[in-house]
């Protein structure tokens, strides 16, 4: 599967953004997950959205401030990220991995590990700013 990331750009502290994630095939068949890499730092995973759609996580850092939501028809993945903060600064990435392999392979209760991805796309930038 093919990912293309958009949606990042400049916004102010305690501003929003919703960044899209399109997939060449279907998302049902795969879990979709957002990681970032700020300036200086690891890459951090940040969510992720199980086929159902029901099933999401969220890192700590962002819990309470962004949603991931799924939209089947377009095979397009969205991550809503509000009261954003400098800290926030990263280039976006999402990224997928087969849901008939990975729910019989690890326990989905916690965000899964960069490893575990196969399809990555190319990031977006998101600066918080004033």
């Known amino acids: 599967v093919q990912l293309q990331a958009s949606g990042g750009g400049l916004v102010q502290p305690g501003g929003s953004l919703r960044l899209s994630c399109a997939a060449s095939k279907n998302i049902d068949d795969y879990i979709i997950g957002w990681f970032r890499r700020a300036p200086g730092k690891e890459r951090e995973g940040v969510s992720f959205?199980?086929?159902?759609?029901?099933?999401?996580h969220f890192s700590d850092s962002v819990k309470g401030r962004f949603t991931i939501s799924g939209d089947s028809a377009k095979n397009t993945v969205y991550l809503q990220m509000r009261n954003l903060q400098p800290e926030d600064t990263a280039v976006y990435y999402c990224?997928?991995?087969?849901?008939?392999?990975?729910?019989?392979?690890?326990?989905?209760?916690?965000?899964?590990?960069?490893?575990?991805?196969?399809?990555w796309g190319q990031g977006t930038l998101v600066t918080v700013s004033s």
């Open positions: 990224a997928a991995t087969s849901w008939a392999w990975i729910r019989n392979t690890v326990a989905l209760d916690t965000l899964l590990p960069a490893s575990l991805y196969d399809y």
């Open positions: 959205i199980a086929p159902t759609h029901d099933g999401t």
